[in-house]
Structure formats: structure tokens, C-alpha cells
């Protein structure tokens, strides 16, 4: 296949946030307790996190992270995670079907977070609790001294507030799985009446209301109007959430994921956009796309999970995916569709961070390791830099069962006006050819090729486990021919690759 891509720096769509490379960190499975926490090992600090994690998050180049949930936190009571240690209650997670040691709580969290050099993204229990509670977690989080929350802060060892700006009201409501589960009028109501308080207490605040838990939701699109119809003047975010897998075999539709995910974000614009029109509003809703991923999911509702009235593990192994090439180039195409709607996703999670559907992978009292989707991850959020060029591509084009007919080739670029960088991201979809993708950057003056890097290889389903951890990564693409304004590479057949010019 040929493609060609034009770069021109007058031509954006928006700046590059770097809230899009946030991630997320659920109590669920391994992702806390034997992730990023495990007293015993080698590697651990004096509180218990342990330091090989510390150093592959750093790498991983994560902004904000929310916490402590997804599903988890709609059973949650944060009051339980604060405090002694030896006083703090164990609980059942009716979520993940587990026993919450509360071991690591919000202090601890956050303590980790400076370690790693990110920010908190909260979530609110909005599933078995409400405002009040709300309140409470953010009087104990925000406020400096001299209130009784507050002073219960500072005595439990955080003399400064914790500060958490962005806030998800609750989680996935409109999932019948969902603890506390509502109709779209009933969790509207509850989330404008909540942001309203919680901007009452702090009017900085960020706020973040759930959106569908996926495209594919019956109530998808109505979900969407139903709620901002309440809560349009009392937030700013919208949430977005999809994952991806592939199933039945159909790698050609599993290639295009980043296509329905180019759909959804459309389509929740256009949903926010029309309530907006109908209250004649000058305000804009922006998309936080606060978990996204590939996913085997089929898998782990047909064999992991757990059930038994007397079967409450701690830390069981669950969704630990591990993640092929074919996976990493799927994935590399999302944070291309996210970087492509940069004017109105400006904000994003990926789902998860630590073993559980994770980047990054740790064995108890053994090594950590990177999954193949840590790569496309840690040099997209190294290099996207500056603002999102406006996409100028032409490319062949393939028939997909589940998309139609879709480019083989995807691509976005960013460029840094301050210091001349230009980073261009690009996927080759195609299974069986080598492809060759011209990109004229003519308009960004001289170029000068800094780095070209490809993920790929024969062997699509490759992937990097406990007993070979470094079985994929990235290599040189020494294809990249840079002349007469235009630079050539050629990409290998499912493949995702990042070339940085000066
Ligand atoms: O990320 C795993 C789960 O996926 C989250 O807990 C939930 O919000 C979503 O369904």
C-alpha cells in the first residue's frame, strides 16, 4: 500500500495536552497490592512501593491518574482508607468479588503519586453513596486546616491538602453491572446536584460526568443528552470509555478499533454540541476519555471471574492481558484517534496502569517487565509535543466485517512551533504488505530526521511474558529517507511506528 501525508504548521487541531497521556490505578486484582505495592520485595522503599514500578512509570511518561476506580469505587467508603493502618477495615469489593485490605488508601496513593511524578484524579462514589459523602472527600482532600476533616488530614500525616483538581462523578453509571446503577435522569440529577456542592466548597474544581461505558450501550447517545440536560452548566468534561479486542479471529476489524473510536468521540461531540445549541449555551463540554484499551474482556467474563459466597481473595490475578504486537498496533492507532480530536479530548485515562490490562507487569517477589503497549504509550507521550496538525492523509483503503471500508494506513503528526520538533505517529493496518507512506513536510521548512522507531514483527501474536520479558520492542526503521521536502518510510505489515524530525 502507498499513502501520503501532508504536514503544515498553519493547519491545527488543537494543542497537545499532556492530561492525555494520564492513566488510571483501580483496587482491583494486582494493580495496588503486589503492583505497585509489595513491602517484601527487593526493590521496595521504606513505603512498601516498589521502586522497579516507580522507574517504568516514570518512562511510561503518565500525567494525572485516576484513582481508585472504575467499578471499585462505586462500593467505596474512602473514610476507610485513612488513618491507622491497624484500625483500617477490611471490606468486602462486591466489584471484583475481593477482599479490600485498605492497606493503601489515599495518603499512601498519593505519597506514591510524587514518586511517580503525577496527579490525582479522583472518582466519587456516586453508585451506594452521594453528595454528602462527596463533600466529605473533597473537605478532607482541598482544604488547607481548621476543620474537623481537615484537621483529620493533617493529624493522619498530610500536612498540606492534597489539591485534586479533576473529579469523576462516580463511575460508568448507566452499566447495569454497576453498584447503585440509574437511569440517565436519575444519575443526571444527582451529578449536577453534587458538582454544584462540590463547586460550592471549591470552585476550581474539574468535573467529570459519565457518559456511556461504551459505544455499544442500548442507551448510547440518549444516555449522553439525558445527563448534560441536567449537569451541562455544572461540569466540564464528559466521559467517554472503550476497549477493544479481537474476536473471531477478524484481525482486518480489530486493526480499524481506532475507526469506531474516531465514531464515538464524533458522535459524543455532536451529542454535547446539540444539547449545547438547545440551551443556547456559550459554554463547551470537552471529552475526558478516562479508560481506554485493549481488552480481552470476552475472556474474563467467560473464565476469571470470581464468585462463591465464602471466596473473597486478596489481590487475585485478574484481567492480566497479556499483549501482543497485533494489540500494541491497535493501541498505538487509539492514541493516534485521541491525539487526531485533541480540541475536544483533552483529557484521558489509560486503563490500567500495573497488571491489571497493564502496561506494565510485576511478579510477586520477581521482576517487572514491559508489555508491548508500553512502547507506542511511552514515546507518543515523549514526543507529541506542541499542537496536533490537522490530518492531510491519503491512503489506499481495505474492507473491514465490522467498519466498512477503512485506510490502511493511520496517521497524525504534532509539531512544536517554540522548538521546530515535528513527531509524526503512524500505523500500517495492512497484513501482508510492507507499506510506503510519503510525507511532505515542505511547509515546516528544513527537516532534519531525529529518530525513527517501528513496533512489529513476524510473528503478530508475539508478546513479552514473566519467562521472555524483552521478546518485543522497538527497533531502528532505517527505511526513513528525508529529500526535496518530503520524507519516505516504509512500514512493516502491522506495524506501528514514530518518527521525530527537527
Ligand atoms: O478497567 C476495568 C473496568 O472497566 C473498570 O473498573 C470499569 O469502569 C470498566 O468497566
Redesign the pocket.
Known amino acids: 500500500p502507498k499513502a501520503r501525508l501532508t504536514l503544515d504548521p498553519h493547519f491545527t487541531v488543537g494543542p497537545v495536552n499532556r492530561r492525555l497521556f494520564g492513566s488510571f490505578v483501580?483496587h482491583?486484582g494486582r494493580s495496588v497490592y503486589d503492583g505497585i505495592y509489595e513491602p517484601g520485595h527487593a526493590s521496595a522503599d521504606a513505603e512498601g512501593f516498589r521502586q522497579d514500578v516507580i522507574e517504568l512509570v516514570r518512562e511510561l511518561g503518565v500525567s494525572a491518574i485516576r484513582y481508585p476506580?472504575?467499578?471499585?469505587v462505586s462500593g467505596f467508603r474512602w473514610e476507610d482508607s485513612v488513618g491507622p493502618r491497624s484500625e483500617r477495615p477490611r471490606r468486602l469489593d462486591l466489584a471484583w468479588h475481593s477482599t479490600e485490605t485498605n492497606e493503601v488508601g489515599l495518603h499512601e496513593f498519593s505519597s506514591w503519586l510524587e514518586k511517580v511524578g503525577s496527579e490525582l484524579m479522583l472518582a466519587v462514589n456516586l453508585g451506594t453513596r452521594g453528595t454528602a459523602e462527596a463533600l466529605e472527600l473533597l473537605e478532607y482532600s482541598n482544604i488547607s486546616s481548621g476543620t474537623t476533616l481537615s484537621e483529620q488530614r493533617i493529624a493522619n500525616g498530610a500536612t498540606d491538602a492534597f489539591g485534586v483538581r479533576m473529579w469523576c462523578l462516580g463511575?460508568?453509571m448507566d452499566g447495569p453491572w454497576q453498584l447503585g446503577h440509574r437511569s440517565a435522569d436519575d444519575y443526571g440529577k444527582l451529578a449536577a446536584q453534587t458538582a454544584r456542592a462540590m463547586r460550592q466548597l471549591d470552585p476550581e474544581l474539574e468535573l467529570v460526568v459519565c457518559g456511556s461505558?461504551s459505544a455499544q450501550m442500548p442507551t448510547f447517545g440518549s444516555w449522553e443528552r439525558t445527563v448534560l440536560e441536567h449537569a451541562y452548566d455544572d461540569v466540564d468534561y464528559i466521559s467517554c470509555?472503550a476497549y477493544y479486542e479481537e474476536k473471531g479471529g477478524d484481525l482486518g476489524s480489530f486493526l480499524a478499533s481506532s475507526v469506531d473510536m474516531d465514531r464515538f468521540i464524533d458522535a459524543v461531540i455532536a451529542t454535547a454540541d446539540h444539547v449545547k445549541a438547545v440551551r443556547g449555551s456559550d459554554k463547551t463540554i470537552n471529552i475526558s476519555f478516562d479508560?481506554w484499551n485493549v481488552w480481552y474482556l470476552e475472556r474474563y467474563k467467560a473464565d476469571d471471574k470470581i464468585t462463591g459466597i465464602d471466596n473473597w481473595p486478596i489481590a487475585p490475578r485478574l484481567?492480566e492481558d497479556a499483549y501482543s504486537v497485533a494489540d500494541a498496533v491497535v493501541f498505538g492507532s487509539l492514541l493516534i484517534s485521541l491525539l487526531k480530536h485533541a480540541d475536544r479530548v483533552t483529557s484521558a485515562s489509560l486503563?490500567?496502569l500495573v497488571n491489571v490490562?497493564a502496561p506494565i507487569m510485576t511478579e510477586p517477589g520477581g521482576p517487572s517487565w514491559r508489555q508491548t503497549t508500553f512502547f507506542p504509550f511511552a514515546v507518543t507521550s515523549r514526543l507529541a509535543r506542541g499542537s496536533v496538525l490537522t490530518p492531510r492523509l491519503e491512503s489506499e483503503r481495505y474492507d473491514t466485517a465490522q467498519y466498512g471500508t477503512v485506510p490502511l494506513i493511520d496517521a497524525v503528526a504534532t509539531h512544536d512551533e517554540e522548538s521546530g520538533e515535528t513527531s509524526v505517529f503512524l500505523v500500517n493496518r495492512s497484513q501482508d504488505a510492507p507499506a510506503t507512506v510519503t510525507i511532505d513536510v515542505s511547509a515546516l521548512g528544513a527537516a532534519l530526521l531525529v529518530s525513527a522507531q517501528t513496533l512489529s514483527d513476524d510473528d503478530v501474536t508475539a508478546t513479552n511474558t514473566l519467562d521472555d520479558r524483552e521478546r518485543v520492542g522497538l527497533a531502528d526503521n532505517d527505511t526513513v529517507v528525508v529529500a526535496g521536502g518530503e520524507v519516505t518510510v516504509t512500514l512493516p505489515p502491522v506495524s506501528w511506528t514514530a518518527i521525530a524530525l527537527a
Open positions: 483501580e482491583l476506580g472504575g467499578n471499585f463511575n460508568e461505558s470509555h479508560e484481567l486503563a490500567q490490562i
